[in-house]
């Protein structure tokens, strides 16, 4: 074929290629929502979320989806894991606390024939209802990918009660200042904490590089104040040290001095 002539036709195929997609429907983005659920203190809530497709498209299945979830006020709903609607499998799930009101997840959902309607339920989102500062916590979904295309954020909100006065119940550790603090090589200071879930508990001792230093694994511990009793090692340099609780449910930071 001469030369003008295989520009031409190929000129001619790009031109058809690109009618074509523009021909093609354009498939838009699906959509995530969710509820608002209410619940007493104490007792589970179920958020439910939904993922509706364009044109009542089912879209596909199984379905996962991953993100970012922003607590508002972490004292009122404490995540814990997503259950499957009636008929559907829940194939795997992520749910991980990088701060009190921090969580990434993750989850893939299989779901039956007869609920891939658009918009019906896709998974709830299932913790505790807390008594903390507030009676309303906001969900804020963030960052969200259904089967690696993004979506638009979604909030909810989980609205909490409690029968008769407001309980003094807050479902994280707290950590006291040690004393004596500055602390002396060679001599206990001891740190008071408390939690209000039964939970395996660490401690944690960093210098300011980051560098772990030490580790005490207490173990199985009940609901209720504790003490942690450390002894700083003669050789110690002088100086602040972070040091950190770890819970089931939380940690907490508090800074210790070291003094000659």
Do not use: W
Request: with cysteine.
């Amino acid at each position: 074929m001469h030369l003008s002539a295989m520009i031409h036709h190929r000129s001619v195929s790009g031109i058809a290629a690109a009618l074509l997609l523009l021909l093609l429907p354009v498939v838009a983005a699906a959509q995530l929502s969710a509820d608002t659920a209410r619940g007493l203190v104490g007792r589970t809530i179920s958020l439910p979320l939904y993922l509706e497709f364009p044109a009542g498209s089912p879209g596909p299945n199984p379905v996962t989806l991953h993100g970012r979830l922003r607590l508002g006020n972490a004292t009122v709903f404490y995540p814990q894991r997503f259950i499957a609607p009636a008929g559907d499998s829940l194939l795997g799930f992520m749910l991980h606390a990088e701060k009190d009101s921090i969580y990434t997840f993750s989850f893939t959902i299989d779901r039956a024939e007869e609920n891939r309607v658009s918009g019906d339920t896709l998974v709830y989102l299932a913790g505790e209802a807390l008594a903390g500062s507030d009676s309303v916590c906001i969900l804020y979904f963030e960052t969200l990918e259904a089967d690696s295309r993004p979506l638009d954020d979604a909030t909810g909100a989980v609205i909490t009660r409690s029968i008769g006065p407001p309980l003094p119940y807050v479902r994280f550790a707290t950590l006291e200042q040690n004393y004596p603090n500055p602390a002396t090589r060679g001599r206990p200071t001891i740190f008071a904490y408390r939690i209000d879930k039964r939970s395996d508990v660490r401690f944690h001792i960093y210098n300011l590089m980051g560098q772990e230093l030490f580790v005490a694994q207490l173990g199985d511990t009940d609901i209720g104040p504790h003490t942690f009793v450390f002894l700083p090692e003669p050789t110690m340099p002088s100086g602040a040290y972070l040091v950190r609780l770890v819970t089931n449910s939380g940690s907490a930071d508090k800074v210790m001095h070291i003094l000659q």
